[in-house]
Structures are given as structure tokens and as C-alpha cells.
């Protein structure tokens, strides 16, 4: 009942700036926890950053900390990821996702997401 389509990705190089857009349709976010997840290639999806629609919190994985920033439009129904001072190891396939509860000792868990969208490729170049 819930798509969830994200956009913005591209190609940059090392050093730049993307930001990324996760907006909802058929449903609000409401109270819902919003993931950010990438996957490059031969490797396992990893969890990126989250926001807790409900209280605005958010959670960074180390990978990304002090580089990329979350943020959330309610009235849009929309997330975004600001990332900055990419780096080549920053290249995959971006995912947002929905978790209706989790663990938040984990956040950045896949299994806790139960809603995914299709992916926008990001590439940095060397």
C-alpha cells in the first residue's frame, strides 16, 4: 500500500556532492522509520543512515558519519540524503526502505525493513 521511488543519483567526482530523494506515495511516513541502504558490486546491502519520522532522530553508520546527512519533509512525504566529499568507495545502488519497528540498539539492520525502492545508482569517480 506503500511505493516507496528514489531519485538523484548520478555520476561525481571524488570530492563531490549528491543528494538523494526518497518519496512515499500511497501512503504517508506517519511513524515510521526511514533507512538509507547501498549495495555495490559482490557485496552484501549495507545500512547507510536512518531518520525516525515520528521525532526527527537519526543514526549515521560510520562509513558515512560526517559526510552525509539526513533529513526528512513531512509535508512532502519525502527523505533526503545530502552527501558530500564522496569518495570512490561511496559507489553503488542506493536504496530507501521502511521498517515499522525496530531495534534500536541496530537501526541500520536490513531485516528490520519491509518496504524498498528500486534503487538510484550513484558513481564516483577517481
Known amino acids: 500500500e506503500v511505493q516507496l521511488v528514489e531519485s538523484g543519483g548520478g555520476l561525481v567526482q571524488a570530492g563531490g556532492s549528491l543528494i538523494l530523494s526518497c518519496v512515499a506515495s500511497?501512503?504517508?511516513?506517519?511513524?515510521?522509520?526511514i533507512g538509507w541502504f547501498r549495495q555495490a558490486p559482490g557485496q552484501e546491502r549495507e545500512g547507510i543512515s536512518c531518520?525516525?519520522?515520528?521525532?526527527?532522530?537519526?543514526y549515521y553508520s560510520d562509513l558515512v558519519k560526517g559526510r552525509f546527512t539526513v533529513s526528512s519533509d513531512n509535508v512532502k512525504n519525502s527523505v533526503f540524503l545530502q552527501m558530500n566529499s564522496l569518495n570512490p568507495e561511496d559507489t553503488g545502488v542506493y536504496y530507501c526502505?521502511?521498517?515499522?519497528?525496530?531495534?534500536?540498539?541496530?537501526?541500520?539492520?536490513?531485516?528490520?525493513?519491509?518496504?524498498w525502492g528500486q534503487g538510484t545508482q550513484v558513481t564516483v569517480s577517481s
Open positions: 526502505a521502511r521498517a515499522r519497528d525496530l531495534i534500536r540498539a541496530t537501526p541500520l539492520l536490513p531485516l528490520w525493513y519491509d518496504v
Open positions: 500511497g501512503s504517508t511516513f506517519d511513524d515510521y522509520v
Open positions: 531518520i525516525s519520522i515520528s521525532d526527527g532522530s537519526t
